[in-house]
């Protein structure tokens, strides 16, 4: 696992960064400020694990802390850069990192967790937080389980833009556990010009015996879980969507 980076948002870091989840992104500072922000002191340390193209780091450096952002793509990472350049950006991997200094909060949301497509990987990355954190130090995540897999992740979505095109054609395989989702972007580079891209993102759908099971080998004890409804999500995303409170 040594060297592993994931970079699969590479190609479509540009389309992500144009409002990829924006309902999603829309509504997490709202949980942010009702069930994080209160356990933290003001100008806590906090780590935004995949941090993608700096959606959560936004709100987070907003409110006063003092934030790194870690992510596997390049491409995402300049674009929450540009988006937030005060905070502290880090190419690496969830399955392989390690920090000197700690954080107060270790944050991973919009089921980045997912994936990670071997439980043992997982457990390697709660286990890389446990040592980034302080003691009492907070790790919270969200993950995709079974009924978003099958539901959201069966069928066709098309998004059209004057500028872009997005096809993601999306199916769940029951007996392996994998949702995969097939993208294809058309990007106008220029008039009359416009480049494809083709990538395919895969997530693994874990029961929530086998999150809890992960986070307790990798050290934590104090583990809550709450439906997305009960943390104040809505919409679609909102739907098969779990948050794990764990603390060190």
Not at 43 to 65: I, K
Request: aromatic share 12%; glycine share 8%.
């Amino acid at each position: 696992m040594a060297g592993q980076r994931y970079d699969k948002y590479d190609p479509i870091a540009w389309c992500y960064s144009r409002g990829w989840g924006k309902d999603f992104h829309e509504r997490m500072p709202a949980v942010l400020h009702d069930w994080v922000f209160p356990r933290l002191a003001p100008g806590a340390r906090v780590l935004d694990l995949c941090c993608g193209s700096g959606d959560l780091t936004v709100p987070l450096q907003a409110a006063g802390f003092k934030v790194t952002g870690l992510d596997g793509s390049a491409e995402m990472l300049a674009f929450a850069r540009a988006r937030v350049p005060e905070a502290e950006f880090i190419l690496a991997d969830a399955r392989n990192f390690h920090f000197e200094n700690k954080f107060d909060a270790v944050l991973s949301t919009f089921d980045s967790l997912n994936h990670i497509l071997v439980l043992e990987e997982l457990e390697c990355a709660f286990r890389n937080v446990y040592n980034a954190l302080v003691d009492g130090g907070l790790f919270m995540f969200d993950m995709n389980m079974q009924e978003s897999f099958e539901t959201l992740w069966q069928g066709t979505f098309a998004t059209v833009e004057p500028e872009y095109v997005t096809l993601t054609r999306g199916r769940y395989d029951v007996e392996e556990k994998i949702g995969r989702a097939q993208i294809t972007t058309f990007r106008q580079q220029q008039e009359g010009v416009w480049t494809r891209a083709d990538v395919e993102v895969l997530e693994r759908c874990y029961t929530e015996a086998e999150i809890l099971n992960a986070l307790e080998r990798a050290g934590f004890t104090s583990i809550t879980v709450r439906d997305a409804y009960e943390v104040g999500m809505r919409g679609a995303n909102a739907l098969g969507r779990a948050f794990f409170f764990a603390v060190k």
